[in-house]
């Protein structure tokens, strides 16, 4: 495609960001990159389209550069317009490095064999440091810009490779000490800071020293100070943006890392730099850089905390919720260690007083009572592993952060978990009879909450909020009988006042500890069977009765159950009435159970009920209670999917999941079907177990070829001939491909499998089709036609064709004889071939030699002749 105006490369880029993957896909899709590339290089488009050119390329890297090979070219391409920039003043200096790199990062080229790499990597090091890199890197006013957007770049591949600048920690120390114009303070810091913890819990980790990393002020000579090695250590993706203190971390053990005196120097000085600069940067920028330098000093011998300590004097009055974050993570990392006692009882009063500010909009006040909650001496652990009483937060101080029926849900579910600390504490003061205790307070609000979901007809979410926050109070204080009991009874009254929130209820009893879970099972299975058994709301009483029946109160549920049966006059109730019936059988219950399923396998209206009910009287007059609980209980075995018998378990879930499994399935590619309007790939197919419902499906890289139709096989056995599956080819341009295969089929235990396959090659001969077939007077002038409408739009070539030793005429009749037009054998042929979609290829074999024949080829579409040369060569070998 010819270069492109302003207004054709808007509308082009417009039409992609509307759907970049069905742009994609289409034909205009497969020149974006390519026409890209080039068109940066033209001085006819001005830089601002350009510009959104580029922001395309760093948004969608993945779809312009899909491969290895093409992301490779990219950054290539991108690093050689920017040499190519004049010196005046430029916007596409900065947007071509952070494209480069993304190129790289996305590519997953980014290594020690990639040119484009080695190029990168010297030339943003250069512009780091601030280095003279020659005119053509624009005016000195322009530098600083670079310098940031190079830092930037570096940080990026750091994350992408740790380690890989740990020869550079030398460097990048000694430029943020320079006096004089230096990198911007803000993205050189971050870089040293990223650099030197990658570096640190790398080391940590293989049981290695620093080796003088922190020394090094220069760039070794030779390859760079590139640690491709460091890198491939460090592997483990860390992740530098994470705010939390990985488990994994604190095994490593940075304590295992030794520094030398003169390394533990340099690191000191490296740490206290960093530190001392970080006002200048942002509070985002700052938060990082002080969880960056946290994580790397954590236990990291001969590095006191106390160099954290300016800095938290400067920070424990900060109103940026980011600082505050880390402020909060130092005191997670090192605790005594670095906050004193005062520090403590002020951060957590800030805290305090900050959540209960009335102006404070919702996401800031959750995170504070967050923070709150998540403040260490607030959630020490009790004698038996549950929450006990806050140590540093006082009722007083929280007054104000009471949870109320007006407070948004969210902020309502925080402060009442805070409440509960509270409440755990104060139990004492509750007990003798204090009316404004916490307790107290929790009881009427639970009591509030539970009136409103009790609204017939009122908005689900209140009955969510209401379950919600009877979890979390059941959760907190578990082993409070005082709180637990008036949280049963009004839950009973709940139910009583709205059955249709028996979900609600059963999905509770599945989450709550066995202190709150049995009473409130008692009482609803009171409540339940003491409703008359033609109840409207029949339905949610089977669903709760089946999940709170046992042993107990059985002649009260077997009298509710007779009552029900006779008014389960439709399949759902009927079903809901047998699993209150299942779970009884489970629960071990029996004589007056057998009455029961008696009555209903003569008198429920559904077949499928009365064989359940048959079924479960034989279960339960044949089998003893043991057998009976291992033939109702879970499967250990797959399940048939058909099964009545065994309840919905995890073997039952795991029968209905598509599981991956190592392939049983083997394919290649049979012999070549040259007819048919389109081009046929001959598949043979073999298995090594039975295979039932096969779906193969096929794809192609890139957009060379249409969207692939799915191949389905009803049934494979190994051992029986299986008829060749054919895989009809849409190329978009006669080229040869590679097949992507995913099979999904059915095993003969019932799981539904899926695997990759080997890929398949399609060769360029596989898209040879024939013309259709002239009269046998008309070939020479029907071949000559053809040849005179390749010209002037195509390309005529000639070439030494190689023979083996059968000749000329072998070769035909093997490869090539179903597109033979005019023949005069053994020496003579002139042959006709379709490419699909819409090309031709025309051959003229004419005075065969003993060692070979010249060929004359013309074609309407000169991409090809590489391919047809690669092939024509290929041949004698192949005879």
């Known amino acids: 495609m010819g270069l492109l105006s302003r207004e054709a490369w808007a509308q082009r880029l417009g039409a992609f960001r509307a759907s970049p993957s069905a742009y994609m896909a289409a034909p205009e899709g497969e020149d974006l990159g390519r026409d890209l590339l080039s068109d940066l290089r033209s001085e006819k488009l001005s830089e601002q389209t350009k510009v959104s050119m580029l922001a395309l390329s760093l948004e969608y890297p993945a779809q312009l550069w899909p491969d290895a090979p093409t992301a490779e070219a990219a950054a290539t391409s991108l690093l050689d317009t920017l040499v190519l920039l004049p010196p005046r003043?430029?916007?596409?200096?900065?947007?071509?490095?952070?494209?480069?790199?993304?190129?790289?990062?996305?590519?997953?080229?980014?290594?020690?064999?990639?040119g484009a790499s080695l190029r990168l990597l010297p030339l943003l090091l250069g512009l780091a440091s601030g280095g003279d890199l020659g005119r053509g890197f624009g005016p000195s006013s322009e530098q600083r810009p670079l310098q940031a957007t190079a830092c930037e770049c570096l940080r990026e591949l750091e994350s992408c490779k740790p380690g890989l600048l740990g020869g550079c920690l030398g460097l990048l120390h000694g430029l943020l000490g320079q006096e004089g114009p230096v990198a911007p303070v803000q993205p050189l810091s971050l870089l040293l800071a990223l650099a030197l913890r990658n570096t640190l819990v790398i080391q940590a980790r293989a049981r290695a020293s620093l080796q003088g990393l922190l020394t090094v002020r220069a760039s070794p000579p030779g390859g760079g100070p590139w640690n491709w090695t460091l890198a491939q250590e460090g592997e483990a993706h860390l992740q530098p943006q994470a705010p939390s203190w990985p488990a994994a971390e604190e095994e490593c053990g940075l304590s295992a890392l030794e520094p030398s005196p003169e390394e533990a120097r340099e690191l000191r000085a490296a740490v206290a730099q960093l530190l001392d600069?970080?006002?200048?940067?942002?509070p985002v920028a700052q938060a990082q850089l002080l969880w960056l330098l946290g994580w790397a000093l954590r236990g990291l011998r001969g590095q006191?905390?106390?160099?954290?300590?300016?800095?938290?004097?400067r920070l424990l009055g900060t109103a940026q919720l980011t600082?505050?974050?880390?402020?909060l993570a130092l005191k997670a990392a090192f605790g005594e260690a670095l906050f004193t006692a005062q520090d403590e009882a002020l951060l957590l009063r800030r805290l305090t007083l900050a959540a209960q500010h009335p102006a404070l909009p919702l996401p800031a006040h959750l995170f504070y009572l967050h923070c709150l909650l998540s403040f260490p001496e607030n959630c020490p652990l009790g004698p038996a592993g549950e929450e006990a009483a806050p140590l540093l937060l006082e009722p007083q101080l929280c007054r104000g952060l009471l949870p109320s029926l007006l407070h948004d849900p969210m902020a309502l579910l925080a402060r009442l978990h805070l409440l509960c600390l509270l409440c755990a504490e104060d139990e004492q003061k509750e007990e003798k009879g204090q009316a404004q205790s916490p307790c107290h307070y929790l009881q009427e609000l639970l009591a509030g909450l539970q009136q409103r979901a009790a609204l017939t007809g009122g908005p689900r979410a209140l009955a969510t909020l209401c379950f919600q926050a009877s979890y979390l109070v059941a959760h907190c204080l578990a082993g409070h009988h005082t709180v637990l009991a008036p949280l049963t009874h009004g839950l009973a009254q709940l139910y009583r006042a709205r059955p249709a929130l028996a979900p609600h209820f059963v999905d509770?009893?599945?989450?709550?500890?066995?202190?709150?879970?049995e009473p409130l099972r008692v009482v609803l299975r009171q409540e339940v069977v003491s409703r008359p058994g033609g109840d409207e709301a029949l339905r949610w009483h089977l669903q709760m009765l089946a999940k709170v029946a046992d042993r107990d109160a059985q002649s009260a549920t077997l009298g509710f159950l007779q009552a029900a049966a006779a008014h389960c006059t439709d399949w759902g109730l009927q079903q809901a009435l047998l699993r209150v019936c299942r779970a009884l059988l489970r629960a071990g219950v029996g004589g007056g159970l057998a009455d029961l399923l008696q009555a209903l396998a003569r008198q429920l209206e559904d077949p499928d009920g009365r064989d359940h009910a048959r079924l479960y009287y034989v279960l339960l007059s044949h089998l003893s209670g043991p057998?009976?609980?291992?033939?109702?209980g879970p499967s250990l075995a797959a399940p048939a999917l058909t099964s009545s018998l065994v309840a919905e378990n995890q073997g039952f879930a795991t029968a209905l999941m598509v599981?991956?499994?190592p392939a049983p399935i083997r394919l290649s590619v049979g012999p070549r079907r040259a007819e048919g309007p389109v081009p046929v790939l001959q598949l043979q197919v073999e298995v090594l177990e039975p295979v039932y419902s096969l779906e193969l499906r096929f794809r192609v890289e890139g957009q060379?070829?249409?969207p692939l139709g799915a191949v389905h096989v009803p049934c494979l056995c190994p051992g029986r001939p299986a008829r060749p599956l054919l895989l009809p080819l849409q190329p978009r341009r006669p080229a040869p491909a590679q097949l992507d295969i995913r099979a999904l089929y059915t095993k003969s235990t019932g799981l539904t499998c899926y695997t990759h396959l080997p890929p398949l090659p399609v060769k360029f001969a596989d898209l040879f089709l024939p013309f259709p077939k002239a009269p046998e007077d008309a070939r020479l002038g029907f071949f000559e036609e053809l040849w005179d409408s390749c010209l002037p739009k195509g390309t005529e070539s000639r070439l030494w064709c190689p023979l083996g030793p059968q000749g000329l005429e072998a070769l035909v009749s093997r490869h090539l004889e179903p597109f033979v037009v005019v023949a005069q054998p053994p020496t003579s042929y002139h042959i006709a071939i379709r490419l699909p979609p819409d090309s031709k290829l025309l051959l003229r074999l004419e005075a065969a030699q003993a060692d070979g024949v010249p060929v004359v080829l013309r074609t309407d579409d000169w991409a090809v002749l590489p391919l047809v040369g690669d092939y024509l060569r290929g041949l004698s070998a192949a005879v």
């Open 89 to 114: 003043p430029s916007a596409l200096r900065r947007p071509l490095l952070l494209a480069a790199t993304t190129a790289l990062v996305t590519g997953g080229v980014l290594g020690p064999t990639s």
């Open 277 to 282: 600069t970080s006002y200048l940067l942002t």
């Open 304 to 313: 006191p905390p106390v160099l954290f300590k300016p800095q938290l004097v």
């Open 323 to 327: 600082l505050l974050h880390a402020v």
């Open 508 to 517: 509770l009893l599945d989450q709550v500890a066995p202190e709150l879970g």
């Open 627 to 632: 057998k009976l609980g291992v033939a109702l």
């Open 659 to 661: 599981q991956e499994a």
């Open 704 to 706: 060379l070829y249409a």
